[in-house]
């Protein structure tokens, strides 16, 4: 059996103006970055405004376990299998972060027959797009100590210095640095730390931003630090914010690539959803729903944390209005859930697959509340037995549900043409999307509302310090913000341990920060962590270049 990286690697790709082709493009709207990936170009999306909109298709999972759940892989496949049946199609999804990629993932493209290719430049470096992240982040971090060195005209309290430096690679020894020492020349020692880039309010400013001016709008508001009487002073304050914007020029304009089917998707952007909003960029996505028929796109991790983010923060900000949503599971994942370790998951064990459904039925109202129409994908191992699929279809059906085995990491496309069908026929029936809380909310309220309509959590604790920011930020204007809840992926709770549908715990708020660049207020609950740290054994110490030249260990 070939592996992923073998299967994308004996991919005969197509020019990538030939894939523009497929959905209008011009080639001299493209900008290539060698044979086969190019970027689209900003002045070409602007042409495309009057355009009627495709039918935006959400694809989510149940929370990730270690038997894995195959969300982008299931994006990739259906984005596949709908070109397949004759709709014009585009596939959206976010770019791999370096830091997971040597750490536990090893890669990010989808899997099986169901990938994007190039597959080892978009896991690696790709075009360039997390680099001009960094630099124009750190850019931003060099002038608010220079500004400091030289006089502090803005009476800048150092201790209130809240932005930080990034890198895109998991380093835990870089979480709590202090800066500036070895005397005057190198300026004024204080503690701050690094957060890896994806978590970058830069990232999320790129992310939702519609185009270079509102880019450089969203970076000047951008609050970096406080005076002693606590009043903020932003990017544009510092004056960096035009010389951001240069950075990231090349970087704002969506990655086009292929599927090892030839459909054209937009790889753009990379926020984690645990610990950021989760989804590609704004402008990949609108440039898509004014090009195909129907764009399908993901947001990343479980439904509690990436799809009520897509809703309540890029659809709003955005004005998008997904047609259905796709919720990805796995048998492997419900016998996980219904408290099998993983190397009990290759028996049958129907006790345990209709025990674990729990977490899937959470999922699925969590996902109907939003009036999206709602499709299970039960993504195919061949460990999966007929008794243990319908235990799974009658669980779902109980919820209003229906679910399509769907065999794309198999067979392509053809292996999701059911699903296919099924989502065509959701999106065609209509949605009554709405988020879930109003922007005349409360912070803390909007806060409460998510951990327990979302997490069923039965109370939240957040101390007074964290409650007076909170008020501090209304009476300021940010009142109207959504939040953006940075928790544990792997459960509906705060503890990565606790799997199924846990009801009635506690939701910890550990720290609450401002992204007034972005548009939101993140709330940091329990143990998450803005800079990951590597495993035991990290993926790197497998990844190599082998006689040939080749990359091997990526997947």
Avoid at 26 to 43: H, N, T, V
Avoid at 223 to 245: L, S
Avoid at 429 to 443: H, N
Wanted: charged share 25%.
């Amino acid at each position: 059996m070939l592996t992923d990286i073998e299967i994308a690697r004996a991919a005969h790709k197509r020019p990538i103006p030939e894939i523009g082709a497929k959905l209008g493009i011009p080639e001299d709207a493209l900008i290539p970055y060698g044979r086969d990936k190019a970027k689209l170009d900003s002045a070409f999306i602007k042409t495309l405004s009057d355009r009627e909109d495709g039918k935006l298709i959400l694809v989510t999972a149940i929370n990730p376990t270690p038997a894995g759940e195959g969300k982008t892989t299931t994006t990739v496949g259906l984005g596949d299998a709908l070109q397949r049946i004759g709709k014009k199609t585009a596939i959206c999804i976010r770019e791999a972060s370096l830091g997971p990629n040597f750490g536990m993932k090893g890669g990010a493209a989808g899997g099986g027959y169901a990938q994007i290719v190039p597959m080892e430049e978009m896991n690696l470096h790709f075009t360039g797009d997390f680099h001009a992240i960094t630099a124009a982040h750190n850019l931003l971090s060099a002038m608010i100590d220079n500004h400091i060195y030289w006089g502090n005209t803005l009476q800048i309290d150092e201790r209130r210095v809240v932005w930080k430096r990034v890198m895109d690679m998991n380093d835990r020894a870089l979480r709590d640095i202090v800066v500036s020492l070895g005397g005057v020349s190198n300026g004024f020692p204080r503690q701050t730390g690094f957060d890896i880039t994806v978590a970058s309010e830069v990232m999320a400013c790129l992310c939702l931003a519609n185009d270079l001016k509102d880019l450089e709008e969203r970076l000047g508001r951008i609050v970096v630090a406080y005076r002693r009487d606590k009043t903020p002073i932003t990017c544009r304050e510092i004056g960096a914010d035009g010389a951001m914007v240069v950075l990231l020029k090349d970087a704002m304009q969506p990655n086009l690539v292929q599927t090892l089917e030839h459909t054209p998707a937009f790889v753009h952007g990379g926020p984690f959803a645990n610990i950021a909003h989760g989804c590609n960029s704004v402008v990949a996505t609108q440039s898509a729903l004014k090009l195909a028929d129907y764009v399908v796109t993901e947001a990343g991790f479980g439904a509690d944390l990436g799809a009520e983010k897509f809703f309540d923060i890029k659809c709003r900000k955005a004005g998008l209005k997904p047609a259905a949503a796709v919720i990805v599971a796995t048998v492997r994942a419900m016998k996980m859930n219904g408290g099998l370790t993983k190397d009990q998951l290759g028996s049958e064990n129907i006790e345990a697959v209709k025990k674990g459904c729990s977490n899937l039925g959470r999922h699925i109202a969590n996902t109907k509340s939003f009036g999206v129409p709602v499709v299970v994908a039960l993504n195919h191992f061949v460990t999966d037995t007929e008794a243990e699929i319908a235990a799974v279809r009658a669980y779902a059906a109980e919820q209003g549900v229906e679910v399509i085995v769907a065999k794309h990491w198999a067979d392509g496309g053809a292996g999701a043409e059911d699903l296919a069908k099924k989502v065509v026929a959701l999106a065609e029936g209509g949605s009554m999307f709405a988020p879930l809380y109003a922007d005349e909310m409360s912070l803390f309220d909007k806060i409460d509302t998510v951990a327990r309509r979302i997490y069923h959590a039965g109370e939240v604790i957040a101390d007074k310090k964290i409650r007076d920011q909170l008020r501090e930020w209304e009476e300021a204007g940010y009142g109207n913000l959504p939040v953006c809840m940075a928790k544990t992926q792997y459960s509906f709770s705060t503890d990565p341990l606790l799997r199924g549908a846990p009801t009635g715990h506690t939701l910890p708020i550990r720290e609450v920060r401002l992204s007034a660049g972005a548009g939101f207020i993140v709330v940091i609950c329990g143990e998450i962590m803005t800079m990951p740290g590597l495993p035991r054994v990290p993926a790197a110490a497998s990844i190599r270049l082998n006689d040939a030249g080749e990359v091997q260990g990526l997947f």
